[in-house]
């Protein structure tokens, strides 16, 4: 069900460098993990997960919080990510989709706050409907799913 991001690593990478910023080692590792992410992830997420993939090195820093928050702030600011929010009090971030490009839409846990992405909405017949009746062109929507996750119900 997880969605592939449409930005790699390598892309993140280049545009912050056009935008002149440097391009240090603790950017390098959390371009990776955002562009592999299968769904979105909180700044705590993000943080515990590249220190985690970088103590598996010797000889690498850990990556501090506020680094983590100024990369999610730079990326949203270049338009290559977004801000999500669930209604659980905390953002996460996901790669911006561009107008043109595959949509996705979220299945949010609500006892473990567990997010799955999924790809087909089914919405096309609704929104032509709609649009129909409406007058209006719809351009974008956001579908979100509140529910419980296989491990949630098993417990």
Known sequence: MGCAHAIGADQILAELKDAGCRITQPRQA???????APAPMSVPELHGEVNARLAR????????????????????????????????????????????????HHIVCDACGKVTDFDDCGMDALIERLEAESGFRIAR??????????DCRAS
Not at 30 to 36: D, K, N, R, S, T
Not at 141 to 150: D, K, N, V
């Open 57 to 104: 090195f010797p000889g690498d820093e850990p990556v501090n919080l506020v680094t983590v928050y100024r990369f999610v702030n730079l990326l949203v600011e270049r338009g290559i990510a977004r801000k999500v929010e669930f209604g659980q009090g905390y953002f996460r971030y996901e790669a911006a989709e561009s107008q043109d490009g595959p949509h996705h």
């Open 141 to 150: 929507h956001q579908l979100e799913l509140y529910g419980s996750c296989p």
């Open 30 to 36: 959390l371009a990776a993990l955002f562009a592999e």
